[in-house]
């Protein structure tokens, strides 16, 4: 099949190499003006790739968009004309509120969502390297969307495992809770994950869970208090020397995913009149340390 990678990160870069190395056709779409890119996964071959390429673009059956997400719908809209609307579009990136407009500009796609576990990291523009092995759910979030499980066979067999979730919302949500939990207290206090195991973070991470499970329960999504947490507990640990994505952003100075983290979580609360009011001080810090800039 033929794939175009919107924003080959490090995500982005795992998957145009393991789509590449099954015998499909990838195409990258990047801020680089290069009209080819050089991507090498670990120890393979380095691949070059056509990079900004209109025609390559137009002739994909997927759009793989794995840009963060404060930058998916400009991204995308600069793209509309060059994306066929028979194209499989793929939104791939942590939190959660692109689905909307994104359906908005490409109204006549088959629009899937997806959350991966993969842990990846780009040590040079070229290099990728996959340090965890993990899953990926898949869904969709609208009705041509629903017809397209057959991708998890094309996407399981290139970067195992792949599996169809039929309501990727819950999905998403769990994701969501966890990056709620983890990403703005280890950004603020500038430290990597394994630092939120200590008691001095256990009150701060009950008062997050506690709003969180609340605003899931009104968006009707199953979850339960006890299980949250010892799935955030597990995180934590698993990923103890890791230092989160937001934290990252801010000790760069990069704009960070808080809109479409917490302040999705925030925008949830205030449609259901819940009271998110921890959530909304670590949101307000992230922010504060934004415009500080
Ligand atoms: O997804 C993550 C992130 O950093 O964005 C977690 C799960 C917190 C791992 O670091």
């Known amino acids: ?89 793929v939104l791939m990136h942590n939190g959660m509120g692109t689905a909307e407009p994104v359906s908005s500009l490409f109204p006549n796609n088959p629009l899937l ?33 629903h017809q397209c499980e057959f991708i998890v066979d094309v996407l399981n067999n290139a970067l195992p495992t792949v599996e169809w979730h039929s309501n990727i919302q819950q999905a998403l949500w769990n994701k969501l809770a966890i990056n709620c939990a983890i990403n703005p207290l280890t950004a603020i206090n500038n430290v990597n994950n394994g630092t939120l195991s200590q008691q001095a973070y256990q009150y701060d991470l009950q008062q997050i869970i506690n709003e969180v499970v609340e605003v899931m329960h009104a968006e009707a999504i199953a979850v339960e208090m006890q299980a949250l947490t010892k799935t955030i507990q597990h995180v934590i640990e698993a990923t103890a020397a890791n230092y989160s994505s937001m934290q990252q952003d801010i000790a760069h100075r990069r704009t960070s995913e808080i809109d479409f983290i917490t302040g999705y979580l925030i925008a949830r609360a205030k449609h259901h009149q819940i009271d998110v009011s921890f959530n909304q001080s670590l949101y307000n810090s992230i922010k504060q340390i934004e415009q500080s800039w």
């Open 1 to 89: 099949m033929n794939f175009a990678i919107v924003g080959p990160g490090a995500i982005g870069s795992l998957w145009a190499s393991s789509l590449s190395h099954a015998g499909h056709n990838i195409n990258l779409w990047s801020r680089q003006t290069d009209n080819q890119l050089t991507i090498q996964c670990d120890n393979h071959l380095p691949l070059t790739l056509p990079n900004n390429d209109h025609q390559a673009l137009k002739n994909s059956d997927v759009v793989l968009v794995t840009l963060k997400a404060p930058f998916v719908l400009s991204g995308l809209k600069s793209l509309v004309e060059h994306i066929h609307s028979d194209a499989i579009i």
């Open 113 to 145: 969502l997806a959350t991966t576990t993969h842990g990846a990291y780009r040590p040079t523009p070229q290099h990728v390297l996959h340090t965890g092995k993990g899953n990926t759910q898949l869904g969709a979030t609208n009705s041509l969307g």
